[in-house]
Nanobody, 124 residues
Framework: QVQLVESGGGLVQAGGSLRLSCAAS????????MGWFRQAPGKEREFVAA????????SYSDSVKGRFTISRGGAKNTVYLQMNSLKPEDTAVYYC?????????????????WGQGTQVTVSS
């Protein structure tokens, strides 16, 4: 298993930016596909973005495509989520997740390790 710790959440005005970080420890970072999910109050957890083991492939939900960018820094065992042009509907707890599959995936069930989450609040 791999341990994940998110950071970088906070309060930002609509149109602003935030960068979330997820530090991984435990097993070899390169062995995992990485993803970001979010959960707003009263809603189910939803997929946001994912990145392949070598960083060569990414996937985004339609709601964030063109505004968010997922990346990973191999040496630092960290995955990032750069969030630009934030909207109030982006308000949620954001979770980092790791999966052992060989192909990039958007299904939460394919991720076996989760961080504790970081709150992102976007004011209008």
């Amino acid at each position: 298993q791999v341990q994940l710790v998110e950071s970088g959440g906070g309060l930002v005005q609509a149109g602003g930016s935030l960068r979330l970080s997820c530090a991984a420890s435990g097993r070899t970072f390169i062995n995992y596909i990485m993803g970001w999910f979010r959960q707003a109050p009263g809603k189910e957890r939803e997929f946001v973005a994912a990145i392949s083991r070598n960083g060569g492939a990414t996937s985004y939900s339609d709601s964030v495509k063109g505004r968010f960018t997922i990346s990973r820094g191999g040496a630092k065992n960290t995955v990032y989520l750069q969030m630009n042009s934030l909207k109030p509907e982006d308000t949620a707890v954001y979770y980092c997740a790791a999966g052992s599959g060989f192909s990039i995936t958007i299904a939460s069930g394919d991720f076996h390790s989760w961080g504790q989450g970081t709150q992102v609040t976007v004011s209008s």
